[in-house]
């Protein structure tokens, strides 16, 4: 199983990405799926997640920011952030939990500067 994310770059405050992770390889089953953020010399805390059963939630920081959901047909995962901040730069990885194991993606870097 592999976890690919994408979306991330270089936005200005105030302004929108999306990030998308899709998993691959032989998968049965996808229960939680999630976004993580480390900034630089701080440890990795969750953003948001959301189960099978479309229930969420989020960091503080982001609610009403930012929007987690998912396609399970596409077994994808997305992080709608607005109204960013710099202090959401960070590297943001994916988790799920796949056929009962924890995977993690290689991370995507976000930097909120203007």
């Known amino acids: 199983v592999q976890l690919q994310a994408s979306g991330g770059g270089l936005v200005q405050p105030g302004g929108s990405l999306r990030l998308s992770c899709t998993a691959s390889g032989s998968i049965f089953s996808i229960d939680v799926m999630g976004w993580y953020r480390q900034a630089p010399g701080k440890q990795r805390d969750l953003v948001a997640d959301i189960t099978s059963g479309a229930r969420t939630r989020y960091a503080d920081t982001v609610k009403g920011r930012f929007t987690i959901s998912r396609d399970n047909a596409k077994k994808t995962v997305y992080l709608q952030m607005g109204s960013l901040k710099p202090e959401d730069t960070a590297v943001y990885y994916c988790?799920?939990?796949?056929?009962?194991?924890?995977?993690w993606g290689q991370g995507t870097l976000v930097t909120v500067s203007s």
């Open positions: 988790l799920m939990e796949v056929n009962t194991n924890a995977y």
